[in-house]
């Protein structure tokens, strides 16, 4: 049948299996809009306030869900108010598909009004991006960049289409399953480079790397967000528990290993255990599970894990040995290497390693026990023990995020949203959004810090309109805390421009919205309203009052050793 471009790009979304999608419309994208008033009881459309938010909503519905999130905007500014929210779903390997409608072919290049080379532009922040100039290009396109954006080490892809492009007529055959399978075969051996997905490897490096691990006395596991990626969270703990070997993760795979486990080590980095970041320098094998070895976990590379071997296994060839040589390494699927190593690995009784690890774990830093009247860790762990393993937990950037890294005891995976790589404050709205769209039978708690929500409050107007019962939980200490605290530590208390001693009232805000807000002081005071918030099932906003000075500890000061934490303040 003969369709328009933009009658494509609704027919092969929906060939994807895509049934929800977040953006914002402007006068380039119309005729795709158009098209989704025709279509809109097949696929759904949430319309954000701004691009930014839509595109962490699908960042968010992709982390919630593991499908591909999707997001549309305009040309110009509509076009670059996405950059961001690719950057972080970049940074975090997380799928996604921006499609964004650009001038028509005979104004580009001209600087013609709300004209901008966004191709270029996301060029280092996608796995790929297209301009599709050529309506006879655009289903393949489109069905190219699904493919991307989910093999190998997931990203996000960017497709570009000119107005005239999708007012254009073709063509178009949808594909079943079965060609649509076809398909992708045939993508994957033409771009085998593009989508990342590691190079073959054999039995023998499989045996090397249980050999390694059966020989070891001191073993530990390193596990990073492509646990989460790859599906392979049961694989990771039945690897563990067989071989008795300690559990430590980054901030991606919080939610990956549950914390509560025995083997659980918590953390690594900057911020970590003392028990994962003493662990990990005192073992004698790490085995390291789709992590990258960011700089947030190893501090300085010289000084890391010195007397270590490590043995890494993950999906992108370019991260072995990019930051800490290994002795042995497998690229490809973790699920598919757990799956052929785990019969190869002894079974290991609990050991003198493991009691050493253990008394480590029995640490407790003296600001876990510090009272003050509503402390971080009261705050989690209340949310945790009223609203259950199953709440889905998104956060901003900032001392919060590393409250909640700290203290909430995750248990299943993708359950927390989280800005890692590019540590986006205005994140966590967003991603709330696309979590509560995803999911409107479970409970998202949104944890912001009250300057990271300043920039993103304008989704309040979101959350309202579509009725999404999210909690957010303003963690409000009148300061954008994590600078406030190096300023404290480092740069003898200089608070140049961290104090936010200015509006809004969060309460008030709420209210101007339309929705409920409450405000805590105290510990039985969130309890109540958190209770109240959580039976309502109404979107809400709890502005909790914190102490101005309280600061994330553990913390390695910037270039130490991470088993060099600074535990304590006076």
């Given at each position: 049948m003969k ?12 060939e ?5 999608v ?9 005729n ?6 025709k ?6 459309h949430v319309?954000t306030?701004?691009e ?6 699908a960042?968010?519905?992709s982390r919630a869900?593991g499908k591909?999130g ?16 690719i950057?972080t779903a970049?940074?975090?390997?997380i ?5 964004t ?6 104004l ?6 709300q004209?901008v080379d966004i191709t ?5 922040i996608?796995k790929h991006?297209?301009i599709?100039r050529n ?13 991307i954006?989910?093999s190998?080490r997931?990203?996000p ?5 000119p107005k005239?492009?999708?007012a254009?007529?073709t063509?178009f055959?949808a594909l079943s399953k079965?060609?649509l399978e ?6 994957l051996l033409?771009?085998?480079k593009r ?9 023998s490096?499989?045996e090397q790397?249980a050999n390694l691990?059966n ?8 596990a990073?967000?492509?646990i989460?990626?790859?599906e392979?969270?049961?694989?990771v703990?039945?690897?563990?528990e ?5 559990v430590g ?8 290993f549950p914390?509560?486990h025995?083997l659980a ?5 900057m911020h970590g255990?003392?028990a994962?970041n ?7 094998l790490v085995?390291v599970l789709?992590?990258r070895?960011?700089?947030r ?7 890391f894990a010195?007397?270590?071997?490590f043995i890494?296994i993950?999906?992108?060839s370019a991260e ?7 002795c ?7 699920k598919?290497?757990?799956?052929k190593l785990?019969?190869?690995?002894k079974e290991r009784k ?7 690890v ?8 003296p600001?876990?026990t ?5 402390h ?14 199953d709440?889905i937990?998104?956060?901003e ?9 700290q203290?909430y005891?995750?248990s299943k995976?993708r359950t927390l949203l989280?800005s890692?790589?590019l ?5 966590g709205?967003g991603a ?6 995803a999911f409107?039978?479970r ?6 810090g009250d ?12 959350i309202q309109y579509y009725?999404?019962?999210?909690i957010i939980i303003v963690?409000n200490?009148?300061?954008?805390g994590m ?5 404290n530590l480092?740069?003898e208390?200089r608070f140049?421009?961290?104090t ?5 009232d ?5 209210e101007?919205y ?6 805590a002081?105290?510990?039985?005071e969130?309890e109540?309203v958190?209770?109240k918030?959580?039976?309502?099932k ?9 102490n101005i000075?309280e600061?994330?500890?553990p ?9 060099q934490?600074l535990l304590e303040?006076?």
């Open positions: 369709i328009t471009g933009a009658r494509i790009i609704i027919e092969c979304l929906i994807q299996g895509v049934d929800t977040f953006g914002y419309p402007g006068g380039a994208i119309l795709v809009y158009d098209e989704l008033y279509n809109k009881d097949r696929i759904s319309l306030a701004h930014q938010g839509a595109s962490h909503a960042d968010g519905y869900t591909t999707v997001v549309l905007a305009t040309s110009g500014p509509g076009a670059t108010n996405l950059v961001t929210g950057a970049y940074m975090d390997s799928p996604m598909v921006a499609i409608c650009n001038v028509t072919t005979p580009l290049g001209k600087d013609s009004f004209e270029g532009i996301t060029m280092p996608t991006s297209y599709v309506i006879e290009q655009l289903a393949g396109a489109i069905r190219e960049a699904f493919f954006a989910k190998g997931p990203g892809v960017l497709i570009d289409v005239d492009v999708t254009s007529v063509e055959e079965e060609k076809n398909f992708d075969t045939i993508h033409k771009n085998i989508v990342n997905s590691g190079k073959t490897y054999d039995d490096q499989i790397v691990i020989n070891s006395v001191r073993p530990y596991i390193y990073g967000g492509g989460i990626s790859s392979s969270c049961q694989e703990k039945t690897f563990a067989k071989a008795n070997i300690p993760v980054s901030l991606m795979a919080k939610s990956a914390a509560n025995p080590t918590g953390m690594i980095g255990t003392k994962s003493t662990a990990i320098n005192k073992a004698d085995i789709g992590a070895f960011s700089d976990v190893i501090s300085d590379p010289s000084k010195v007397n270590t071997k890494h993950d999906i992108d072995i040995n990019k930051n800490i040589k290994t042995a390494s497998i690229i490809g699927n973790l598919d290497i757990l799956t785990i019969p190869l690995v609990k050991s003198e390693w493991n009691d050493y253990s008394e480590l774990k029995s640490h407790i830093p600001m876990y510090k009272k003050t009247a509503l971080p860790k009261f705050v989690c762990e209340k949310v945790n023990q009223i609203a259950g393993d709440t937990i998104t956060t950037v900032g001392q919060h995020q590393m409250w909640v890294a203290f005891p995750f995976p989280t890692g790589g540590g986006t404050m205005g994140y709205t709330a959004i696309g979590a509560q769209t409107p039978n409970t998202v708690v949104h944890f912001a300057g990271s929500f300043r920039m993103n409050c304008n989704e309040l107007a979101t009725n999404l019962p999210i963690v200490n009148g300061v954008l600078v406030r605290q190096w300023q480092f740069y208390k140049s421009e961290t936010l001693d200015r509006g809004p969060f309460v008030k805000l709420a101007a339309g929705i409920q807000g409450f405000k002081k105290n510990e039985e969130f109540t958190f209770k918030a959580y039976e309502s109404k979107p809400t906003i709890i502005d909790c009052n914190m000075d600061m994330v500890l913390m390695v000061p910037a270039g130490k050793p991470i088993d934490l303040v006076e």
